[in-house]
């Protein structure tokens, strides 16, 4: 009674409801220029969560970089020719150059320290300190180079063809903005080499600049389609500029809070716009209803009026289900789920208000004769439309064994396709194969150990100087060679082999010396003897400088995190087979990955099962009838499966973005199922013949919810198109649970309904 | 008229700059002497203390002697470690060479091995403190062109102020600003800066002493700006002029160290 109402007054006082809804548009787009941007996923754990403290406390015990871009520079025919190694000196003196690049602790061929015996001295230096220039030198360089494990698949690939600049950022870098820099300066380079820049920081920075500028790209974009559609279902410019400044208005005022609240836009919220204007079409089962009733009765006034009472029930109801679908968000952990729960909730509450008032008073200010044309626009275009549904519901309602049946046997094959998900995340595929990130990671990750790094941190139970133990060297080297035969894993590197390393080349070379020594009085020294002539960060990155506790690198070939899990699986199985007062915990890049993707992946899971929880909820209150609720859940949940089944079929990996996208299925499939039930029971009250009446609700809703669905099909489909994965994931799949949804509704209820009639229509002659 | 008074002022001006490029790289030579080349010898007792960003402590003990072969030419360097426990009794030896290579050996009495040590970096960090090999043997005022600034006062103490840049394009650093002590002829601080004109460390002389009628910098620091390390030097003891022997700096020596300098 409330909103009808708010109906009533937006009629009768259409110009203070339009001026109204303009001012406080008007104040919410004051904030937007205010918005400040958080690209970083990592800000999707607060700083305070155990990874985030741990990484932190790792980085800073071994002097460790958050952030490496590996630079890579590859010839055909190797890199061992004075043309390239002059590039390889250029370029990284270049690079030590760029503003935010750590420049100390840059390493490559020119600034990495090689330990070898040299006639007979001990020599520590870089293996490059100036390009060679004779053949002997060159092959002088290949050799030392080649012979020394530390660097093969680190700095050097093994079959010499590939060599790696590793670029430490500082803190709070851009990691995107840099790689620019370096492509820049690789770009000056001339000849037969190929050059390739990666690392976690490119990915990452690379892929949050993308992301917002393809929401400014994609948005706009998709209401333009819409838009275009909208025209052509009606025919009436001034509907479809209510509906778009509908849309755009929620959209305003909903980005307009987040920013005037101080929140930072993150990349979860920034897809909300998206989200809202999808959420925003519902309002289309509001302009097909009025066309409906003013063809029927050719008075404006009453049209508005009737369609309000019509509709009202089913939109205020889809509304609220997809606010608290959205709204349950804001009980998960992670902020940005809250903050995008909050928003999209918000928005869809104000979409709902202006639904109620700013569109019945919009509809005022159409002429007559525009609604004329427009309502005969509708009937001619009903021809095939209205036949189309008519034979849709048709299968439903007249052939529903064989409906419910094709619908289970369907069912039983998405269960199946669901059993064989892989949740997995890997940023790297985010971008498409053959972009310029993708390919550079997929060619380093063949050349050398790997991009992405993990640590396998060992703190001893022992007490200070332990791994300078014999004991402790050989637990090290043991975990090491265990974690190389995982093929994810591409190198390890740890003090164990600096050590080793010294051993040999003080015995000048001699094989029987390349292993831990038998003291601990030795390794000691050795260790001393190194931090003499080496970059102090060398050994630092390896162990503390109480030899209470050390690190194990571990190059990753990929960036999957199912990888990191078959590391930690290892790690857990070494403990069992070796024993050494030691803990060993995982931490590095490659690990915060995979607890950030799979804490936002299972708390969305989590909000979806609460939502689906509430939804259900709603749906029962609709009808007030648990049963109904139970029939309209169906076409949700079929929808929801056979996507699902399709993903683990196909073998995508269920993956952060289609976690966020479970939840918007659930606020838009729930959402035919509340009209086709809502207007099928408002239809049988008046004409109770329920194979009439379900035939009716398939041509008449059934049109508004096919509409819908084109439309947001037809949105979303620009987004196949997207340079980043995710990003097509989306469009395919809210095209296909569009499509698929109206599908279920219309045809799939009707023979649900005909089969239990008995069941939901008890007493009731029909 | 007027050219001539000009020409007559570039004169004045090219001579004064020369003039003053002489006097940048004679202050900058007795300087270097006053803190590298003091006395024909010297025996120290070196305590170093390394703190990282963190505030954690790394501790070495080490005795030093050095002999001088030529004022501000070659020298002499024996180090005798002490501390950490497990590398006492390693020792290390430097022969300077200003015109070529220095030549180093190091004695590790855990296997008993004497091993040449191959030096062509003198940037790099000596005993992983912030200090480099060339800091703490000195490096040559010739092989930078230096410039004198206007002076200056640190703690107190009227001081020259030189900017120096390498000759030739160095790694460690593209400039360095020299505040030495007019009296001592000391450098009371050093400000090294990168290629990007930031800082990147800073020397100190924390307290200085005459010893045997030697002023010497007692108390040392050097700061790496970037990684917020901190290496600070002490003296425990120094002894001028006692008269080492060339033949302490060889080889056999280094196995077993001359007690009668080294306790």
Same mark, same amino acid.
């Given at each position: 009674?409330?909103?009808?109402?708010?109906?009533?007054?937006?009629?009768?006082?259409?110009?203070?409801?339009?001026?109204?809804?303009?001012?406080?548009?008007?104040?919410?787009?004051?904030?937007?220029?205010?918005?400040?941007?958080?690209?970083?996923?990592?800000?999707?754990?607060?700083?305070?969560?155990?990874?985030?403290?741990?990484?932190?406390?790792?980085?800073?015990?071994?002097?460790?970089?958050?952030?490496?871009?590996?630079?890579?520079?590859?010839?055909?025919?190797?890199?061992?020719?004075?043309?390239?190694?002059?590039?390889?000196?250029?370029?990284?003196?270049?690079?030590?150059?760029?503003?935010?690049?750590?420049?100390?602790?840059?390493?490559?061929?020119?600034?990495?320290?090689?330990?070898?015996?040299?006639?007979?001295?001990?020599?520590?230096?870089?293996?490059?300190?100036?390009?060679?220039?004779?053949?002997?030198?060159?092959?002088?360089?290949?050799?030392?180079?080649?012979?020394?494990?530390?660097?093969?698949?680190?700095?050097?690939?093994?079959?010499?063809?590939?060599?790696?600049?590793?670029?430490?950022?500082?803190?709070?870098?851009?990691?995107?903005?840099?790689?620019?820099?370096?492509?820049?300066?690789?770009?000056?380079?001339?000849?037969?080499?190929?050059?390739?820049?990666?690392?976690?920081?490119?990915?990452?920075?690379?892929?949050?600049?993308?992301?917002?500028?393809?929401?400014?790209?994609?948005?706009?974009?998709?209401?333009?389609?819409?838009?275009?559609?909208?025209?052509?279902?009606?025919?009436?410019?001034?509907?479809?500029?209510?509906?778009?400044?509908?849309?755009?208005?929620?959209?305003?005022?909903?980005?307009?809070?987040?920013?005037?609240?101080?929140?930072?836009?993150?990349?979860?919220?920034?897809?909300?716009?998206?989200?809202?204007?999808?959420?925003?079409?519902?309002?289309?089962?509001?302009?097909?209803?009025?066309?409906?009733?003013?063809?029927?009765?050719?008075?404006?006034?009453? $049209?508005?009026?009737?369609?309000? &009472? /019509?509709? #009202?029930?089913?939109?205020?109801?889809?509304?609220? =289900? *997809? @606010?608290? %679908?959205?709204?349950?968000?804001?009980?998960?952990?992670?902020?940005?789920?809250?903050?995008?729960?909050?928003?999209?909730?918000?928005?869809?509450?104000?979409?709902?208000?202006?639904?109620?008032?700013?569109?019945?008073?919009?509809?005022?200010?159409?002429?007559?004769?525009?609604?004329?044309?427009?309502?005969?626009?509708?009937?001619?275009?009903?021809?095939?439309?209205?036949?189309?549904?008519?034979?849709?519901?048709?299968?439903?309602?007249?052939?529903?064994?064989?409906?419910?049946?094709?619908?289970?046997?369907?069912?039983?094959?998405?269960?199946?396709?669901?059993?064989?998900?892989?949740?997995?995340?890997?940023?790297?595929?985010?971008?498409?194969?053959?972009?310029?990130?993708?390919? $550079?990671?997929?060619?380093?990750? &063949? /050349?050398? #150990?790997?991009?992405?790094?993990?640590?396998?941190? =060992? *703190? @001893?139970? %022992?007490?200070?100087?332990?791994?300078?133990?014999?004991?402790?060297?050989?637990?090290?080297?043991?975990?090491?060679?265990?974690?190389?035969?995982?093929?994810?894993?591409?190198?390890?590197?740890?003090?164990?082999?600096?050590?080793?390393?010294?051993?040999?080349?003080?015995?000048?070379?001699?094989?029987?010396?390349?292993?831990?020594?038998?003291?601990?009085?030795?390794?000691?020294?050795?260790?001393?003897?190194?931090?003499?002539?080496?970059?102090?960060?060398?050994?630092?990155?390896?162990?503390?400088?109480?030899?209470?506790?050390?690190?194990?690198?571990?190059?990753?070939?990929?960036?999957?995190?199912?990888?990191?899990?078959?590391?930690?699986?290892?790690?857990?199985?070494?403990?069992?087979?070796?024993?050494?007062?030691?803990?060993?915990?995982?931490?590095?890049?490659?690990?915060?990955?995979?607890?950030?993707?799979?804490?936002?992946?299972?708390?969305?899971?989590?909000?979806?099962?609460?939502?689906?929880?509430?939804?259900?909820?709603?749906?029962?209150?609709?009808?007030?009838?648990?049963?109904?609720?139970?029939?309209?859940?169906?076409?949700?949940?079929?929808?929801?499966?056979?996507?699902?089944?399709?993903?683990?079929?196909?073998?995508?990996?269920?993956?952060?973005?289609?976690?966020?996208?479970?939840?918007?299925?659930?606020?838009?499939?729930?959402?035919?199922?509340?009209?086709?039930?809502?207007?099928?029971?408002?239809?049988?009250?008046?004409?109770?013949?329920?194979?009439?009446?379900?035939?009716?609700?398939?041509?008449?809703?059934?049109?508004?919810?096919?509409?819908?669905?084109?439309?947001?099909?037809?949105?979303?489909?620009?987004?196949?198109?997207?340079?980043?994965?995710?990003?097509?994931?989306?469009?395919?799949?809210?095209?296909?649970?569009?499509?698929?949804?109206?599908?279920?509704?219309?045809?799939?209820?009707?023979?649900?309904?005909?089969?239990?009639?008995?069941?939901?229509?008890?007493?009731?002659?029909? | 008229?007027?050219?001539?008074?000009?020409?007559?002022?570039?004169?004045?001006?090219?001579?004064?700059?020369?003039?003053?490029?002489?006097?940048?790289?004679?202050?900058?030579?007795?300087?270097?002497?006053?803190?590298?080349?003091?006395?024909?010898?010297?025996?120290?007792?070196?305590?170093?203390?390394?703190?990282?960003?963190?505030?954690?402590?790394?501790?070495?003990?080490?005795?030093?002697?050095?002999?001088?072969?030529?004022?501000?030419?070659?020298?002499?360097?024996?180090?005798?470690?002490?501390?950490?426990?497990?590398?006492?009794?390693?020792?290390?030896?430097?022969?300077?060479?200003?015109?070529?290579?220095?030549?180093?050996?190091?004695?590790?009495?855990?296997?008993?091995?004497?091993?040449?040590?191959?030096?062509?970096?003198?940037?790099?960090?000596?005993?992983?403190?912030?200090?480099?090999?060339?800091?703490?043997?000195?490096?040559?005022?010739?092989?930078?062109?230096?410039?004198?600034?206007?002076?200056?006062?640190?703690?107190?103490?009227?001081?020259?102020?030189?900017?120096?840049?390498?000759?030739?394009?160095?790694?460690?650093?593209?400039?360095?600003?020299?505040?030495?002590?007019?009296?001592?002829?000391?450098?009371?601080?050093?400000?090294?800066?990168?290629?990007?004109?930031?800082?990147?460390?800073?020397?100190?002389?924390?307290?200085?002493?005459?010893?045997?009628?030697?002023?010497?910098?007692?108390?040392?620091?050097?700061?790496?700006?970037?990684?917020?390390?901190?290496?600070?030097?002490?003296?425990?003891?120094?002894?001028?002029?006692?008269?080492?022997?060339?033949?302490?700096?060889?080889?056999?020596?280094?196995?077993?160290?001359?007690?009668?300098?080294?306790?």
């Amino acid at each position: 009674m409330k909103r009808a109402s708010l109906v009533e007054f937006s009629i009768k006082h259409p110009v203070l409801t339009v001026v109204t809804c303009v001012i406080l548009t008007g104040v919410a787009a004051s904030q937007l220029p205010k918005i400040t941007i958080d690209t970083n996923p990592k800000n999707m754990l607060p700083e305070t969560s155990t990874v985030r403290v741990f990484n932190d406390e790792v980085e800073s015990t071994f002097s460790l970089y958050e952030d490496v871009i590996v630079v890579g520079i590859a010839h055909p025919n190797g890199i061992f020719n004075a043309a390239t190694l002059e590039k390889v000196q250029r370029i990284t003196d270049e690079i030590t150059n760029l503003p935010n690049v750590a420049a100390r602790d840059v390493s490559s061929l020119t600034t990495i320290m090689n330990v070898t015996a040299e006639n007979g001295a001990l020599k520590v230096a870089p293996p490059m300190t100036e390009v060679p220039r004779t053949d002997e030198e060159l092959a002088a360089l290949r050799k030392s180079v080649l012979e020394n494990p530390l660097f093969i698949g680190r700095i050097i690939s093994a079959d010499g063809k590939t060599t790696a600049i590793y670029v430490p950022l500082e803190e709070g870098a851009n990691g995107k903005e840099i790689a620019d820099k370096i492509r820049e300066v690789v770009g000056k380079e001339r000849g037969d080499e190929q050059f390739y820049v990666a690392g976690d920081p490119v990915a990452r920075d690379t892929f949050g600049a993308v992301m917002f500028k393809l929401m400014g790209v994609f948005s706009p974009l998709a209401g333009l389609i819409m838009f275009i559609a909208i025209f052509l279902m009606f025919r009436n410019l001034s509907l479809c500029m209510s509906m778009m400044a509908v849309a755009m208005i929620a959209i305003t005022w909903s980005m307009g809070l987040l920013i005037g609240l101080g929140f930072p836009v993150h990349i979860m919220s920034s897809m909300s716009p998206v989200f809202l204007m999808a959420i925003a079409t519902d309002s289309i089962h509001i302009f097909n209803e009025f066309n409906f009733r003013y063809r029927e009765k050719r008075d404006k006034t009453a $049209a508005i009026i009737e369609t309000m &009472q /019509a509709v #009202g029930r089913p939109v205020r109801f889809t509304a609220l =289900a *997809t @606010a608290v %679908g959205f709204g349950v968000l804001m009980l998960m952990h992670i902020i940005p789920v809250q903050v995008f729960g909050g928003l999209v909730a918000f928005g869809t509450i104000a979409l709902r208000v202006l639904s109620f008032s700013f569109i019945p008073a919009v509809l005022t200010f159409i002429s007559a004769e525009k609604l004329e044309k427009a309502a005969r626009a509708g009937d001619v275009e009903g021809g095939w439309a209205e036949r189309f549904l008519r034979r849709l519901g048709y299968v439903g309602a007249h052939r529903p064994v064989i409906t419910v049946a094709i619908g289970v046997v369907l069912l039983g094959g998405a269960i199946l396709g669901i059993s064989k998900i892989v949740v997995n995340n890997n940023m790297v595929e985010w971008f498409k194969s053959g972009s310029e990130v993708r390919t $550079a990671d997929t060619v380093m990750n &063949q /050349a050398l #150990g790997g991009t992405s790094l993990a640590y396998i941190v =060992a *703190t @001893a139970n %022992g007490g200070e100087t332990y791994f300078q133990s014999p004991e402790a060297m050989h637990y090290i080297d043991g975990l090491q060679r265990h974690l190389e035969k995982l093929p994810v894993v591409g190198k390890t590197f740890s003090v164990v082999d600096y050590v080793k390393r010294i051993n040999f080349v003080l015995h000048d070379e001699a094989p029987a010396f390349d292993a831990i020594p038998g003291n601990k009085e030795t390794i000691g020294q050795y260790l001393f003897l190194f931090s003499m002539s080496a970059r102090p960060m060398d050994l630092e990155n390896v162990v503390d400088y109480e030899f209470t506790t050390a690190n194990v690198w571990v190059q990753l070939k990929t960036w999957d995190a199912q990888a990191m899990r078959d590391v930690i699986a290892a790690v857990n199985e070494y403990k069992k087979t070796a024993s050494a007062p030691v803990e060993l915990r995982p931490a590095g890049i490659a690990y915060f990955n995979l607890v950030w993707n799979d804490e936002v992946l299972w708390d969305m899971v989590r909000g979806f099962i609460i939502a689906l929880i509430a939804v259900f909820i709603i749906l029962a209150f609709n009808f007030r009838s648990l049963k109904w609720a139970l029939i309209g859940y169906i076409p949700l949940l079929f929808t929801v499966a056979l996507i699902y089944g399709v993903v683990g079929f196909i073998g995508k990996d269920f993956d952060m973005p289609i976690s966020v996208l479970s939840c918007l299925s659930l606020g838009m499939a729930v959402d035919f199922a509340i009209h086709f039930i809502s207007r099928l029971k408002q239809r049988l009250a008046e004409f109770p013949d329920l194979q009439e009446a379900l035939l009716w609700t398939a041509v008449r809703p059934g049109r508004g919810i096919m509409r819908n669905a084109l439309l947001f099909a037809s949105a979303f489909s620009v987004m196949l198109f997207a340079p980043l994965t995710p990003y097509s994931t989306v469009g395919a799949f809210i095209v296909s649970m569009m499509v698929l949804s109206a599908l279920m509704t219309i045809v799939f209820l009707p023979a649900l309904i005909v089969l239990l009639k008995g069941w939901l229509f008890r007493n009731a002659a029909i | 008229m007027k050219f001539k008074t000009l020409t007559l002022c570039t004169i004045v001006a090219t001579l004064s700059l020369a003039w003053a490029a002489e006097d940048a790289a004679e202050i900058m030579r007795k300087s270097h002497l006053a803190l590298y080349y003091a006395g024909n010898d010297q025996v120290t007792d070196v305590h170093m203390k390394i703190v990282d960003q963190k505030g954690k402590e790394r501790v070495r003990e080490f005795a030093m002697l050095r002999l001088d072969l030529e004022e501000g030419g070659d020298q002499r360097y024996y180090t005798y470690f002490k501390k950490p426990a497990d590398v006492a009794r390693m020792t290390f030896m430097v022969h300077k060479s200003v015109a070529g290579n220095d030549a180093r050996w190091i004695y590790i009495p855990a296997v008993d091995l004497v091993k040449p040590v191959s030096a062509d970096d003198k940037s790099s960090s000596f005993v992983g403190s912030d200090f480099s090999y060339e800091d703490v043997s000195g490096r040559h005022w010739s092989e930078d062109t230096h410039r004198l600034l206007p002076d200056s006062t640190i703690d107190g103490a009227a001081v020259y102020v030189v900017e120096s840049t390498p000759k030739k394009d160095d790694k460690s650093f593209a400039k360095k600003l020299s505040y030495i002590d007019k009296a001592t002829m000391l450098p009371l601080r050093e400000r090294y800066f990168d290629k990007k004109g930031s800082l990147s460390r800073v020397f100190a002389a924390e307290k200085i002493d005459t010893a045997n009628g030697i002023t010497t910098v007692m108390v040392r620091s050097m700061e790496d700006v970037y990684a917020k390390r901190k290496t600070t030097v002490t003296f425990l003891s120094v002894s001028t002029n006692v008269g080492l022997k060339e033949e302490i700096f060889t080889e056999r020596f280094l196995k077993s160290p001359p007690r009668e300098f080294i306790k």
